[in-house]
């Protein structure tokens, strides 16, 4: 087991207080299922609320394992007993909605079903050319 030393205790406790003033904390949290939305309302007096539908863990919940949300770790954790899923508070605040790699794959595929004159062009432009070359097979 680590030994931890007096002074990195104080300075875990100054940056716990700190935390405490600072950053974002639920006061409540409650889902609601007619706009599919889980509304966090703040210590601080804000409401923040978000679309589970935007949540890499929640985007296939039903609406009774959603309607369990619960408050926990100080407020810095949303609780989904339900789904076994916490989320981070502070994260959510700033539009972090999933890991890296999900929320670039998520931002991708929406990305991807835009569409512009400029995509509509260039599909135009491509198929006059032959459009997309066949795949080869390797073996």
């Given amino acids: 087991m680590a030994v931890v030393s007096d002074a990195e205790l104080k ?4 940056l716990g207080v700190s ?6 904390r639920a006061l409540a949290a409650r889902y609601e299922p007619e706009t599919g939305r889980v509304v966090i309302d703040l210590v601080n007096g804000c409401t923040y609320a978000f679309p589970t ?14 309607a369990g949300v619960q408050v926990d770790g100080l407020g ?13 508070v502070p994260a959510l ?11 670039a794959r998520e931002l991708a595929r929406i990305a991807g079903r835009k569409t512009s004159m400029a995509k509509t062009l260039a599909a135009r432009t491509n198929g ?3 459009g997309r ?3 080869v097979a390797r073996g």
Avoid: C
């Fill in 11 to 14: 300075k875990a406790e100054v």
């Fill in 19 to 24: 935390m405490l003033e600072s950053e974002p």
């Fill in 53 to 66: 539908a935007l949540v890499q863990d929640l985007q296939s919940a039903s609406h009774d394992d959603l």
């Fill in 76 to 88: 810095f954790n949303l609780h989904f007993p339900a789904l076994d899923a916490d989320l981070y």
């Fill in 93 to 103: 605040v700033s539009g972090i909605f999933g890991t890296q790699t999900w929320m």
């Fill in 128 to 130: 006059a050319k032959g």
């Fill in 133 to 135: 070359p066949r795949k």
